[in-house]
């Protein structure tokens, strides 16, 4: 089992960065790798499609350049996936979708180690992260040490979200803009007063509660007004948008020229 960059950062006080990616390929990691800036990379599998041995590859290929790794699973099958991704390198999962604080506890449960101490779902398993010792102390701390994301991004999660902010376990909290104008009825309209206000309520109220919350971004620019909120975990990007950010601009740039614009 590798070192938890994320939890270590996280425990020190100090800031992250990371990005995500949506095709399970392990050449990408690399290339994000190579740049030698990330403190982690995030899959995120709730989006794309992937097998196991996917996840074994991405997680090994972020190993080689010292890159956490975060998944990000569908509420359906939350429990099999993060359990998998865990046993296959992963050392972070963001959980999706929780309508109430009880969702989010039953979440927790699932990344925790199966033991007294712990009160979790994961149990002993001989897999990629434990071939030979999966069954000692040491390898239940690991489990433990799981980093354990939350996304806040319906109605009923902000409505409970005091009472989620006092659950023991929760090292990360995720706005999710997108679904949760979508599930107020305003899809897609993230400059709606609803959404806003409810936007700042999770950031405010998680720094208050001293839980760090991160900001996913698309541009630098965006990072300052996080800062002054006191922000300081950050994830910028996403594969698929970014090439087709690129193909697009650039693609009718060079048009343009074609037509003597």
């Known amino acids: 089992m590798h070192h938890n960059i994320l939890r270590s950062k996280l425990e020190s006080g100090k800031p992250t960065l990371g990005s995500r990616v949506m095709l399970a390929m392990p050449e990408v990691i690399e290339a994000l790798g190579h740049t030698g800036i990330y403190d982690y990379v995030e899959f995120v ?39 998998r991704a865990v046993g296959s390198g992963f050392n972070s999962v963001l959980y999706t979708d929780a309508r109430s604080a009880s969702d989010v506890r039953e979440a927790l449960k699932i990344t925790n180690p199966d033991s007294p101490d712990h009160e979790g779902l994961y149990g002993c398993a001989t897999r990629r992260n434990a071939y030979i010792d999966d069954n000692s102390p040491e390898y239940v701390k690991k489990i433990a040490s799981t980093v354990k994301a939350v996304m806040i991004e319906k109605k009923g999660a902000v409505d409970e979200l005091d009472e989620i902010l006092e659950i023991p376990g929760i090292d990360l909290l995720q706005w999710g803009g997108g679904d949760f104008s979508q599930n107020i009825g305003h899809p897609g309209e993230q400059n709606h007063p609803i959404v806003k206000a409810a936007h700042d309520k999770v950031f405010k109220e998680s720094l208050k509660a001293g839980i760090q919350p991160r900001a996913e971004i698309e541009s630098p620019d965006e990072v300052k007004m996080y800062l002054d909120m006191g922000v300081k975990h950050f994830s910028i990007g996403t594969d698929i948008s970014m090439l087709y950010s690129w193909w697009k601009n650039n693609g009718e740039d060079v048009l343009k020229a074609l037509e003597g614009e």
């Open 45 to 83: 599998a709730e989006y794309g499609d992937y097998d196991m041995h996917d996840l074994a590859n991405l997680a090994r290929a972020s190993e080689l350049y010292g890159l956490g790794t975060m998944i990000k699973v569908d509420k359906s099958h939350q429990e099999f996936t993060a359990q």
